[in-house]
């Protein structure tokens, strides 16, 4: 019952903000081997908030109209999609044509991350609210918790898998954890 809902609503919060942060490692030098300044690392990064700011009006309604479970599934599945996309990012000629369509595509995959993980976080919320009103803000705070600890992981993991597998690996193995999750 309870403890299978919120061991899945932390490992949810755990996946998605392992999706946030796997990039750091990896994209600086992806975007510079596509002779891409610095300034095109950081655009790429802020599509992940921009999509959580463009987007938040709507993760009520969606709460409201179709409720918390498919608001969490939506946002699990297109945070999965965006990583699955995102690992094949690096396979796009390094030409002037390339690189620009690995740019826009990969704003467009972090903007679909941060509208993603903004369903996650409104729906957990949501969930934890409704469902265990006498213990609400010591599970949000333990959300939190895997929160910031897929945060930290990501960063890590990122930088160990693209060592033992390539560019896709952290993409990929976190794309299947995500997918698996929904």
Known sequence: GKLLIMTVLCAIAFGANTAYSVVAPILPNTVKSYSLTDIFTAIIISGYPLGMILFTPYFGKMLNTIGQKKTLLIGVVSMGISMLVFGFL??????????????????????LMGFGNGC????????????????????????????????LIGTLLGGVLLGL??????????????????
């Open 90 to 111: 690096d396979r796009f000629p390094k030409d002037d044509s390339g690189k620009w369509l690995f740019f826009g595509i990969a704003v467009v995959m972090r903007v």
């Open 120 to 151: 996650v976080n409104s729906a957990t919320s949501s969930i934890i609210a409704f469902n265990y009103p006498e213990s609400m803000g010591f599970l949000i705070g333990l959300q939190q918790i895997f929160n910031n600890a897929g945060m």
């Open 165 to 182: 597998g390539g560019f896709y690996v952290p993409f990929l193995v976190n794309a299947v954890v995500l997918l698996a999750l929904a």
